[in-house]
């Protein structure tokens, strides 16, 4: 068995309001970051799994993000892996 690292990027949808994101952006450019021009607010989900192999623990994290990390109708995921065993 192998244990592997895995980071989960999750954000909002392209073309969908991004609320926190706009209120980030309006705090910058208040500071005078003028140069910002748009803001997307996500989140960062690290996980250590056991699996047999890369592609066994790709497919657990697939499911854990369909299931209930990520909402599938307002967000995209990006799944990144690194062998730590």
Sequence with gaps: MNEFQIEVRITPR???????GKAVENALRSLDF???????VGRLIR????????????????????????NPVTEDYEI??????
């Design 14 to 20: 392209e073309g969908l309001l991004d609320p926190e």
């Design 34 to 40: 003028t140069e910002v021009m748009d803001v997307r």
């Design 47 to 70: 996980l250590r799994v056991q699996a047999e192999s890369v592609d066994a623990a790709r497919e657990r994290a697939e499911s854990m993000c369909r299931q209930l990390l990520a």
């Design 80 to 85: 990144e892996l690194q062998n730590i065993s």
